[in-house]
């Protein structure tokens, strides 16, 4: 199982899901949804460096002109 949990900071709106696994596949079927229930636009998202984060999510977030943030290895701040 995982969990994929988006967070804005400013406005405190979660958007969370669980998928059976962590694919790139999965992690684009959750940006679809994030960019569905955020009230605006996103610009910008920072992701750990997992694998699900790269190949078709990485294919989407260039489609919908979010600019991926990959944190460092053990820096989650």
């Not at 699900?52 to 460092?72: G, H, R, Y």
Request: hydrophobic fraction near 40%; include cysteine; charge should be neutral.
């Amino acid at each position: 199982m995982k969990e994929f949990r988006a967070w804005d900071p400013i406005t405190k709106i979660v958007v969370a899901d669980v998928t059976s696994s962590a694919t790139s596949s999965a992690a684009t079927k959750f940006l679809a949804k994030v960019i569905k229930e955020l009230p605006f636009a996103i610009k910008s998202i920072q992701v750990d460096g997992g694998s699900e984060f790269m190949k078709d999510f990485e294919t989407e977030c260039a489609n919908q002109k979010i600019e991926p943030f990959v944190l460092s290895p053990s820096r989650p701040q």
